[in-house]
């Protein structure tokens, strides 16, 4: 089991790679999103409503993955692990939001309009009145918050419950990504129904967030930055996207900032393109490192002896 949880983390990141990301019009989170739309309106009572949509929509795509993986297994056991990989591979992505940071830092200064436009593919900010340096800071903070919700949240899942089962595994990754995708699309302030996908995005991110901070300081070679981040984790309104943001400000000693929200560092300058591209190949390591983490984890949690005796209501995985 272990044997094949570390084949499909090592062929899920191999798409990840080689492909980017499944196309649009058959992307599993791209076909959650039109589960979750007809949610994103006015309700009587919106907080029962958003409560009763973030239990139940993230079971019904990781039930939907699970009994994927169970088909593929009952044609073929090898078939189980290519679909276990593209779960995997559907729930997670790296190297395409570091192109897209790639190219806003590399238009920043040359073409601002062009840096403008490519920005909406890594973040939801306004990016009418951004100055060169606030667009290569955008373009750092998406990376580095990305790495968390993108990369490390579905992976840790996958890697933990792998042993266990893969498509329980497969199962808990796309749930995980389920309810940042509903948080996401629901969880704003001015949306009521967003109150409960929110709160469940916060809990579910939380070890995530810290471990993506871990993993930007070592791969910055700075062990320190974590320590030195505590002083502005907090400033974003999100309990978690500050840890890897603020860490990774912390590693390249520059100053991030959403206008009027937050600014990590605040006492220096703000990132020029040789920062913004290191700060882009700083993730793309912790990323590297989050894929490699994940394949261990699963063949070291496998070989654990005293793994808690599976449920039989979980039998059916």
């Known amino acids: 089991m272990t044997v094949a949880a570390s084949a499909a983390v090592a062929l899920a990141a191999a798409l990840d790679w080689i492909v980017l ?3 649009a019009r058959i992307h599993p989170v791209a076909l959650f999103g039109r589960l979750v739309a007809p949610f994103d309106r006015e309700w009587t009572r919106p907080k029962l409503v958003g409560v009763a949509a973030a239990l139940s929509l993230p079971l019904v795509a990781g039930g939907v993955a699970a009994g994927t993986v169970r088909a593929a297994s009952a044609l073929h056991p090898p078939f189980a692990l290519v679909a276990v990989a593209l779960v995997l591979f559907s729930t997670t992505s790296l190297r395409m939001l570091l192109d897209a940071a790639r190219r806003v830092v590399a238009d920043s200064d040359a073409d601002p309009d062009a840096a403008r436009r490519n920005l909406s593919a890594l973040a939801g900010r306004d990016p009418t009145d951004l100055s060169s340096g606030e667009l290569r800071s955008a373009a750092v903070e998406s990376v580095a918050e990305n790495l968390s919700d993108g990369l490390v949240a579905p992976l840790l899942a996958f890697s933990l419950l792998a042993p266990v089962s893969l498509s329980l595994a497969a199962a808990a990754a796309t749930w995980v990504k389920a309810v940042n995708t509903l948080d996401s699309m629901l969880g704003y302030r001015h949306k009521p129904v967003g109150w409960a996908p929110a709160r469940l995005d916060d809990a579910v991110m939380w070890l995530p967030a810290r471990v993506s901070a871990v993993l930007v300081a070592v791969a910055a070679g700075d062990l320190g930055a974590v320590a030195r981040a505590r002083e502005w984790v907090r400033d974003p309104p999100s309990p978690n996207s500050g840890w890897p943001m603020a860490t990774l400000a912390a590693a390249l000693d520059v100053r991030l900032v959403k206008s009027g ?19 882009i190949r700083v993730v793309a390591v912790a990323g590297a490192l989050a894929w490699a983490l994940a394949l261990v984890t699963a063949l070291l949690v496998g070989q654990i002896e005293t793994l808690p005796v599976v449920p039989e209501a979980l039998a059916w995985f």
């Open 21 to 23: 990301e499944p196309p």
């Open 261 to 279: 929200v937050y600014v990590l560092n605040p006492n220096v300058a703000l990132p020029t393109p040789a920062d913004a591209e290191h700060g």
